[in-house]
């Protein structure tokens, strides 16, 4: 059986520039190479995952299969190698130490004196290979996290360096660094990246590969020069520039032949690329021939949109599958009441309520969804979003005006949305929700039958309250239809509105099973409805 390859990304400079992009990017050239490929993130903060901090900081929570909260770089990698990762794929500090720590007081250690090196190093080094215990992967590609020179990453750094010794010719280092343009001079800047490269080196890792973040395309004298200060070929120093969209990325690296150095380097066969369902997708993206559609995407994290990352890509690869242009209205749920709800509202083609926590513009998003309801608004609601779709239809449907989530109010008379029986009594919040992949049983004849065509899904978790049975036959009654029941405790999964041109909502999370060439059958139905709903209103304005 031929050797896996390792191919490891460092940053350098400043932080954010995209590594999580240019290795899910590669990602997706050396698939398209007829390899196969896994792509994992060591974190260096000392959290033991991301699941407690705070969206501002963090942006979204993305959850796995096996129900991990990890980094949102995962939910590139998955969209774009097309598949499912797993907790072995995202490292923290914080798991490590706590390893390690366990480990030393259980006697692993045999009395040794704990340091960083050897056993934090061997500890990530032991995590580097771990994928291979439940997928045998050609490559794996490792993004370290943070930039060259934090203190909180030189344990990583250190261990990669140590594990290209012991893989010998089987390792490649790229190495991302910005190369800034000066407008006032008018010209391009290597010192930051030569700067970069030799703090990387001064550690004892040689970059096999430059990829230089721009603002725009770098010409030949700048990669040769880039090439000479930093000792590599020129053909490895790969212009990462400013693109349209995300989805734009591999196309470039693949145009500078990215994939075939890395092939070239690592001994790989290499065959002729072909992106074409790739390149599809983008022109459309791009130039799509059908009427834009507004989405409202009503939240309380409306100026930080990584809040709702998987959510957003989740309605470009709809939108793009059905070529039309998606323009997203972003609404804070605080600014929504019965009076103001109407302005916000009324110019948008569809409404959709993301996941979430807190009271706070909990009755912005009733009143949304009321709107959406009312006003036969192509509506989509995921995991809170179907808990205020609820609250609402016992209020307004039922006659319940006081029906509430004992989350947002303990005492309530009525409570729609209650507890699971298996959070009562938890204190400790970090990994105790209802995480990860469970099934659903899909109702005949309903539309959520007709969007999966199966009678049997599986679907992504992250929450503690779910709908309180007991209020399923009033609701029955009038109208409302719950078309997909987990088989495992008979909890609601999905929830629909049968006399609505589109009113779904689901208690799990779908935006985490999307992928640009296979749109999720929610959000690709959402879009469509929107499109059909906007068709409607132009022709009534045309009129």
Sequence with gaps: MPKTKYIFFTGGVVSSLGKGIAAASLGVLLKNQGYNVTIQKFDPYLNVDPGTMSPYQHGEVFVTDDGCETDLDLGHYERFIDKSLSRANNITSGMVYWDVLNKERRGDYLGATVQIIPHVTNEIKSRITHTLTDDVSDIIITEIGGTVGDIESLPFIEAIRQFQYEHDEDCVHVHLTLVPYLESSGEFKTKPTQHSTKELRAIGIQPDIILCRSHMPLDKDIKKKVALFCDVKPEAVIAAHNAKSIYDVPLILEQQGMDRVICNKLGLVESKSDLEEWKRFVQNMHDPTNLPVKIAIVGKYTNLSDCYLSVVESLRHAAANTNCNIEIKWVNSEDLRSDTVASQLNDVDGVLIPGGFGERGIKGKVQAARYAREHRIPYLGLCLGMQVAVIDFAQHVCGLTDAMSVEFDPNTPNPVIHLMDEQEG?????????????????????????????????????????????????????????SGICPDNQLVEVIENPDHPYFMACQYHPEFKSRPLKPHPLFYGFVEAAKAFTGTQQELFVR
Aim: aromatic letters at 12%; glycine letters at 8%; charged letters at 30%.
């Design 426 to 482: 938890v204190v400790n919040k970090g990994g105790t929700m209802r995480l990860g992949q469970y099934p659903c049983e899909v109702k005949e004849h309903t539309r959520l039958h007709d969007l999966y065509k199966e009678p049997l899904i599986y679907e992504r978790h992250r929450h503690r309250y779910e709908f309180n049975n007991e209020y399923k036959s009033v609701m029955e009654s009038h109208g409302l239809v719950f």
